[in-house]
């Protein structure tokens, strides 16, 4: 029998889903993708007479019911999500309910859009003295989050922090960060990172609302936030040429 293969497909530019991932869709007798996100350059590479859906406008009952269809006709499956299917993929319910049909299943991992963010801006959401640690979170929408993790909550550690699906909500977030960030925190707002129409927008917690309605950005869009948009930081240990490690001997100071 044949397997399903959930395949991160990156954050928009078709260069930027994985070797294998390409592979694998290349190889599919049924794609998959979403469509509301997935560019779909990602998966023009597909065989000749591979069956295509754009599960944007399809139930989860119906991606499970062509999927089973598809393995047990003893074809492959490539089911292909945006970004990384770990971050706000909702594959899991997916997997699942193929175990419960006996269907073996696959991840490949992708590049997700907070990432393809950080390299759109050029930072680092891990600089030493600055920040060891990146949050990923949301605003609560029609998903609810979890008390515990409400922005509030998660801002009081002043970490590296991206922020998924909430820039329609800016001026929400603004309020509930600055509980904790000063105004004068850096933060960037990147729509559609790594597509030909991306557009970043560069503020401050004090400025980014007004920044963000002036480019008119209401969706696809990811928040950093944090002082590892800013330019001070020490210099990593790593490649101190006084720093001693197993692969070199430091040079006495």
């Keep these: 029998m044949e397997k399903v293969y959930f395949i991160g497909a990156g954050p928009g530019d078709p260069e930027l889903i994985t070797v294998k991932g390409q592979r694998l869709v290349k190889e599919a007798d049924v794609i998959i993708y979403a469509g509301s996100l997935v560019p779909r350059q990602v998966i023009e590479c597909h065989k000749e007479g591979a069956e295509i859906h754009n599960s944007a406008s399809m139930t989860l009952e119906e991606v499970i019911d062509v999927t089973v269809k598809a393995i047990k006709a003893g074809k492959k499956v490539a089911r292909v999500h945006t970004g990384d299917p770990a971050i706000f993929g909702a594959h899991r319910e997916q997997m699942d309910m193929l175990d419960e049909h006996g269907i ?32 990923c979170t949301r605003l609560e929408g029609r998903t609810p989050v979890p008390e515990k993790e409400s922005l509030e909550s998660l801002a009081s550690h002043r970490a590296s922090m991206a922020i998924f699906l909430s820039v329609h909500m800016i001026g929400d977030v603004v309020k509930r960060l600055a509980t904790h960030y000063p105004m004068t925190t850096p933060i960037a707002v990147v729509q559609r990172a790594t597509w030909e129409d991306q557009k970043i927008v560069l503020g401050t917690l004090e400025t980014i609302e007004e920044k ?14 944090g002082d590892f948009l800013g330019d001070k930081y020490e210099k990593s240990l790593l490649y101190d040429k006084h720093f001693t490690h197993e692969f070199r001997k430091g040079i006495e100071k």
């Design 104 to 135: 073996e299943y696959e991840v490949i991992p992708g590049v997700s859009s907070f990432l393809a963010s950080a390299a759109a801006v050029k930072k680092e959401f891990t600089l030493p003295s600055i920040s060891q640690t990146v949050i």
């Design 212 to 225: 963000v309605k002036e480019a008119n950005i209401t969706k696809t869009a990811q928040i950093l936030v």
